[in-house]
Structure formats: C-alpha cells, structure tokens
C-alpha cells in the first residue's frame, strides 16, 4: 500500500495563492491517475483535478484557469497550484492515487480563504 502524505494547506487572503504537495511513499510512475479532491463543512467530497499516467489533466469548472494540477515523477510528489483563491475554495483537501485495484487516499490538509 503506497502512503499518501498532503501538505502546503493553510490560511490565505482572498486572491492570494497556495501550493499542495501530496508526496507518494514509493514511485507514482505506474499510477493510473492522481487526483485531488476537497471537502468542505456540511457538504460531499467532490474531485478537483486529476492528472492521468499520460499526463492529460481534468478539471472541475469552479477552478478551471484558477488552478493546475502537476506531478514530478521524480520526486514521487504530486502539486496543487491554487491562484485567485476565493472564500468558497475553503475545504479539507484531500489528494488520491489509482492503480488497478489499488486505491489510495492522503489524510487532507486544511485550505482556508478568509480575510
């Protein structure tokens, strides 16, 4: 089982900007794809972004333009650019791995947009 590990969560202003890292404890090289989600008070868990083993990336309208989703196959890390954060972007961020039958989730990291 390969451990997830999010980090770069935190307390930013309205239009101000974060990056999240999910590093992999072993190679993300084989993954099907990566994905982040985020869930915020009282609501479901919903998918941001993902990224395929190819490289093709999939976004949620709400953050399209706003946000991008990379890896670094090297570093076994996946990112989370977030620009133009805005208050409804609050939420427990949570990043995912697939392969095969292998499903893998990280423990979150709080983003909270907040002036």
């Known amino acids: 089982q390969v451990q997830l590990v999010e980090s770069g969560g935190g307390l930013v202003q309205p239009g101000g900007s974060l990056r999240l890292s999910c590093a992999a404890s072993?190679?993300?090289?084989?993954?099907?794809?990566m994905s982040w989600y985020r869930q915020a008070p009282g609501k479901q868990r919903e998918l941001v972004a993902t990224?395929?083993?190819?490289?093709?990336?999939i976004y949620v309208d709400s953050v399209k333009g706003r946000f991008t989703i990379s890896k670094d196959n090297a570093q076994n890390t996946m990112y989370l650019q977030m620009n133009s954060l805005k208050p409804e972007d609050t939420a427990v961020y949570y990043c995912r791995a697939v392969r095969g039958a292998l499903n893998s989730w990280g423990q979150g990291t709080q983003v909270t947009v907040s002036s």
């Open positions: 990224i395929t083993i190819d490289g093709s990336t």
């Open positions: 072993g190679s993300i090289l084989s993954f099907t794809a």
